[in-house]
């Protein structure tokens, strides 16, 4: 699965409520932050399972994450704007 494809699912299970417009999504802006979120959301899942754990650099990829689902809850809304009112 490439990066693309594993950020959009793993935003898809962080936030349920969007699944269908992520899954559906076919914007080129939407596709970095995808990627971005693949690479952080990994990231955290490797501190996590650390030994001892590095619980400054676990928070700060915790904001990290929340910053791109926010991101991205952004440009979907703007994505589904209307374009004449």
């Keep these: 699965m490439g990066l693309m494809q594993l950020g959009r699912a793993r935003l898809a299970l962080s936030l349920p409520r969007h699944r269908k417009q992520l899954r559906d999504a076919r914007d080129h802006r939407l596709y970095g932050l995808f990627e971005e979120y693949a690479r952080a959301s990994s990231k955290l899942a490797d501190l996590q399972r650390e030994l001892p754990r590095r619980e400054a650099l676990i928070a ?26």
Excluded: I, M, R, S
């Design 60 to 85: 700060n990829y915790q904001q990290t994450c929340l910053d791109l689902q926010a991101d991205v809850l952004v440009l979907l809304g703007k994505l589904n704007e209307p374009l004449f009112y």
